[in-house]
């Protein structure tokens, strides 16, 4: 059976959708990427993984493939920047997913774990299993004190902004991109940010259909801002439709 061209054409034009549809909605939302960072200046000292915004459901297999991929990559430390669940219900599968990671597990809450009411004890139980910190406005000397990290759980006149320490690498973990705007004159080596999702559907040679609040430009990728660098992850979950396009989620290797 011969096409004509013209039929050849308008079947492409039918089908073009179709594929888009499918990979936006079957295909991307769970194909994880790794993407590498080199920031440091010469050889690096420290490499570290940092996802975010899980939004466990109860796909045991897909968490539980993140979970692997991040042992494959056997990272110095691995930072979380929020968002660990949907609902209550899942945490304590999540939390049994999570306990499988085999670096410290350092972390900071999202929006939606506190719209959950969840026990940030046990969430802190588990992480402090791995060796690493469930960190609310908290810091610590990690990496043998070579590195202060610090987590922000809130920013506001009530709840200052955190200091930098001297002499050290300072690394700061928050949820929301935007509150790099709210550190003053301060500098930090690098801060890491979740929450946007990469805006989950960008558009080719247009950008994101949609920017969450708390995010402003900072919606996806590596940006210099006045207080330092800022890596904002695309994440691994989805909110609130089951829809990527052309912003697969990801875990993130860095190198400092």
Known sequence: ?????????????????CAIA??????????????RLHLADGAPAHRFVH????????DRAHTRSVVEMINSL?????CFTGDLMEQAKFLPETLELLSG????????PGNHDYASGV?????AQCFAATGGAWLVDEQMAIASGKINLIGVARMSPRHPPPFATPDVKNLMMFHYPAWAKR?????????LAGHSH?????IPFYGPVFTPFGVDEYNLGLFHTKSGPLYVTSGIGWFPLPVRFNCRPEIAVIEV
């Not at 026990?119 to 969430?123: E, H, L, Q, V, Y």
């Open 51 to 58: 996802f975010s915004d899980l939004h466990h459901k109860g």
């Open 198 to 202: 990469g805006c989950q559907v960008r």
């Open 119 to 123: 026990s940030f004890a046990d969430i």
């Open 183 to 191: 550190l003053g004159d301060q500098q930090f080596d690098l801060m």
């Open 101 to 108: 990671i085999k670096s410290p597990l350092y972390g900071v």
């Open 22 to 35: 499918a990979d936006a909605r079957v295909l991307e939302p769970q194909w994880v990427k790794i993407t």
């Open 1 to 17: 059976m011969k096409f004509s061209r013209r039929k050849f054409i308008i079947t492409g034009l039918l089908a073009t959708p």
């Open 74 to 78: 056997s990272p110095d430390f691995v």
